[in-house]
């Protein structure tokens, strides 16, 4: 090799969002090496009206995947409520019954199940589980032979580095989409203020308790009865959370928690890949064909750049980011 030659590595396996069909084979044929996907009910963490898969759905997706050389996750992530965790363990059953590569879990009970129901499939660890440290995700490995953890977004990449020397499990992160600024898996926010729990029903601020109004000229969003932005009418109104609401704090007005922002850290890609980290997770099931699509293109030319030793293009997505703006999160400790 001359001197001042890039160095080629294994490129990043990257992993994409896919929340009806047609996203599935968008994401697949725009370069996708993995899509991850959920069943059209309560066991997945993304169970709003009109997104994911029937099991009929599912299998195509699935064939049409591998026809072209691509993996499908299915994410049964969500904590099965007491005397139901017959729908969880269905779930399990026909997503590896579809030929589904792995299944991705977070509930110790429902890990279980796959393992001793299923021994020779792979399992990944969901971020809702939130293992953040390396005795946590080697439970997971020895206890039910996980193959893969997802992150929680609460990580430097100081700190994934030091979990990977210490592990021998396949690490997944997020790298660009919605920003969850708790930790994964332990949010109430959403379960206060609606009855409905993310970790468990699969919805943060589901679409039946959203509510819009105009009052005085402003535009004026709810949250289960909870006013959580108000705007002038012309103005862009972001999807009501509470995390990333507007509020009153002592003399404080504005984004108490944190702004409305989304994550792209495309340019932390070499850092990530020297942490030892696998594969980066595009966030997005809630988004369109058209922003998987584009998203996924982005992120393909990114990470062949990556395994080719080249500079990493910059970021053209900020008209998909969440206000239009991005934030590396806490891969650099920028929060407040």
């Known amino acids: 090799m001359m001197p001042g030659m890039p160095i080629r590595q294994e490129r990043l396996e990257l992993v994409c969002p896919a929340g009806t069909p047609a996203s599935l084979r968008g994401a697949v044929d725009a370069g996708a090496d ?14 709003f009206p009109g997104l994911n898969f029937s099991r009929a759905e599912m299998a195509e997706g699935i064939a049409y995947a591998k026809a072209r050389g691509a993996k499908v996750l299915v994410a049964i992530n969500t904590f099965p409520r007491a005397g139901s965790e017959a729908l969880w363990h269905r779930a399990v059953d026909d997503a ?25 499939r792979r399992l990944h660890l969901s971020v809702q589980a939130a293992a953040a440290n390396a005795d946590a995700i080697n439970f997971y490995a020895e206890a039910f032979g996980v193959k893969r953890v997802v992150l929680p977004r609460i990580l430097t990449v100081q700190e994934i580095a030091a979990i990977n020397r210490d592990i021998d499990v396949e690490t997944e992160v997020f790298i660009f989409g919605g920003l969850c600024v708790m930790a994964e898996g332990r949010c109430s926010l959403s379960s206060y203020a609606t009855g409905k729990s993310p970790n468990m029903n699969g919805v943060c601020s589901p679409a039946s308790h959203v509510e819009y109004r105009e009052e005085g000229g402003d535009l004026v969003s709810r949250l289960g009865g909870f006013t959580i932005h108000r705007v002038e009418k012309a103005a862009a109104a972001p999807y009501p959370t509470l995390c990333k609401g507007c509020f009153a704090a002592g003399d404080y007005r504005g984004h108490v928690f944190e702004d409305p ?76």
């Open 34 to 47: 993995t899509i991850y996907c959920g069943f059209n009910d309560e066991t997945n963490a993304r169970n």
């Open 96 to 120: 590896f019954a579809a030929s589904a590569h792995a299944v991705i879990l977070a509930d110790l009970g429902l890990l279980a199940h796959a393992a001793e129901k299923h021994p020779d």
């Open 261 to 336: 922002v989304s994550l792209d850290a495309v340019a932390l890609i070499p850092q990530l890949a020297k942490a030892g980290v696998r594969a980066l997770k595009i966030e997005g099931r809630q988004r369109s064909k058209a922003y998987v699509e584009a998203v996924v293109r982005a992120f393909r030319r990114a990470t062949e750049a990556q395994a080719a030793g080249l500079p990493i293009p910059a970021s053209e997505l900020s008209r998909l980011t969440e206000g239009q703006q991005s934030t590396a999160g806490a891969y650099r400790k920028t929060w407040r």
